[in-house]
């Protein structure tokens, strides 16, 4: 019993390596532990793009220790019959992609992690807060614990909505998510906006009906849920960023247009959106991503999997081919922390899969150095690879 275990955990490491790389899944066909039919059925699990998406929204709502009794209560069931692929990806220590394999014998039990180079670590994931900076210059610190209520405004501490209201301040104001937040704004014309960490929003207090709805994302990356034009008289809404003008009916769209880097992506998920910069301008169907060079004013637009590019919303992260370097960009800007890379080689590294916004940032380095023997430091709240 401990060969064939000692054997599974050797496997689901290397096709676990597989998967983060994007390779073909070699070493699991060239197995003795299954026959054909086992291995397509779990080379369908592992590598299907809806799957895997299924399993990343349900890592959320999945009690992990509950799973994982579950899963060990499978011990003896053949591999088609187990319907524990969600209690899988929630027992792994991070789901990139998911590293869990199944035998008609036995289920794996967890490997033992490879030990981290740590220091004293305060790095924790982001949570819901912001900064709110009314019209007449007053500030208001929002998150979990802290509500405020103010004519046409309320928040609960991880939202903060607005109303129409004639008698309440007009102006400008202004939303601030600091690094390791996010926050959820519903405007006065019931437009969502979700906000990643790191970005800033500006808008009115209130829309008057027939004239455009305009915001700033002054920086950062959002993901707006417009309401229609049709519940405003007509009245188009406009998302202006730093070099560019998004002119919108009534659709779904992400916007990432960080200060850190040279271009705003623009990925439209639902109906259509007018984008105008200095040099050109185009209309954007749903999976199309505009690409705005901010050096050279370039233009691409491509056809993508706009899954990887909204998934934050949905509580994780996909990375499709990233390299090391952006994925710890991203991470870096979550959980508030420095990344230094000593041996610049390590940026281009590419990887594949997908991770939850809760994991420990430990976890997540443990399966990286796990994969490619990549030597790191953790002090305090700077990463260090060497």
């Given at each position: 019993m401990a060969t064939i275990l000692t054997k599974i955990i050797e496997l689901s490491n290397r096709i676990a390596a597989s998967l983060l790389k994007n390779e073909?899944?070699?070493?699991?066909?060239?197995?003795?532990?299954?026959?054909?039919?086992?291995?397509?059925?779990?080379?369908?699990?592992?590598?299907?793009?809806?799957?895997?998406?299924?399993?990343?929204?349900m890592l959320r709502s999945i009690d992990k220790k509950e799973g994982w009794e579950k899963i060990q209560k499978a011990v003896g069931v053949p591999v088609r019959r187990l319907n524990v692929w969600k209690y899988a990806a929630a027992a792994a220590v991070i789901l990139f992609s998911v590293s869990v394999f199944l035998t008609q014998e036995?289920?794996?039990?967890?490997?033992?992690?490879?030990?981290?180079?740590?220091?004293?670590?305060?790095?924790?994931?982001?949570?819901?807060?912001?900064?709110?900076?009314?019209?007449?210059?007053?500030?208001?610190?929002?998150?979990?614990?802290?509500?405020?209520?103010?004519?046409?405004?309320?928040?609960?501490?991880?939202?903060?909505?607005?109303?129409?209201?004639?008698?309440?301040?007009?102006?400008?104001?202004?939303?601030t998510i600091p690094r390791g937040g996010q926050y959820f704004i519903k405007l006065a014309d019931g437009t969502q906006v979700w906000l990643n960490s790191e970005s800033k929003l500006k808008f009115p207090t209130n829309f008057k009906d027939g004239h455009t709805r305009s915001v700033e994302l002054v920086y950062g990356e959002a993901y707006f849920d417009v309401s229609p034009s049709t519940k405003h008289k007509g009245a188009h809404f406009n998302v202006a960023t730093n070099g560019q003008n998004v002119e919108v009916?009534?659709?779904?769209?992400?916007?990432?247009?960080?200060?850190?880097?040279?271009?705003?992506?623009?990925?439209?998920?639902?109906?259509?959106?007018?984008?105008?910069?200095?040099?050109?301008?185009?209309?954007?169907?749903?999976?199309?991503?505009?690409?705005?060079?901010?050096?050279?004013?370039?233009?691409k637009v491509s056809s993508i999997d706009v899954y990887n590019e909204i998934s934050w919303k949905e509580g994780v992260f996909a990375f499709n081919d990233m390299t090391l370097k952006d994925i710890m960009k991203v991470l870096s800007r979550w959980?508030?922390?420095?990344?230094?890379?000593?041996?610049?080689?390590?940026?281009?590294?590419?990887?594949?899969?997908?991770?939850?916004?809760?994991?420990?940032?430990?976890?997540?380095?443990?399966?990286?150095?796990?994969?490619?023997?990549?030597?790191?430091?953790?002090k305090e709240k700077t990463i260090t690879f060497y």
């Open positions: 073909e899944l070699e070493s699991l066909h060239q197995s003795e532990l299954f026959d054909k039919t086992d291995k397509d059925y779990i080379q369908e699990n592992l590598t299907n793009p809806k799957l895997i998406k299924q399993r990343a929204k036995n289920f794996w039990k967890k490997a033992s992690p490879v030990k981290p180079v740590l220091a004293k670590s305060e790095i924790t994931p982001g949570t819901d807060k912001a900064t709110l900076v009314l019209a007449n210059g007053r500030t208001v610190v929002l998150g979990q614990g802290l509500a405020y209520n103010s004519k046409g405004v309320y928040s609960n501490g991880k939202e903060i909505i607005y109303k129409n209201d004639p008698t309440a301040a007009e102006g400008d104001n202004y939303l009916l009534g659709t779904e769209f992400n916007i990432k247009a960080y200060q850190d880097e040279s271009s705003i992506y623009t990925t439209l998920v639902e109906g259509k959106i007018s984008l105008t910069s200095a040099s050109a301008s185009r209309i954007l169907k749903p999976n199309d991503r505009l690409t705005l060079n901010r050096n050279t004013s370039g233009v959980y508030d922390i420095k990344v230094i890379f000593e041996n610049k080689d390590l940026e281009k590294i590419t990887f594949n899969g997908i991770l939850d916004r809760n994991q420990k940032i430990e976890e997540i380095l443990t399966i990286i150095n796990k994969t490619n023997k990549i030597p790191y430091e953790i």
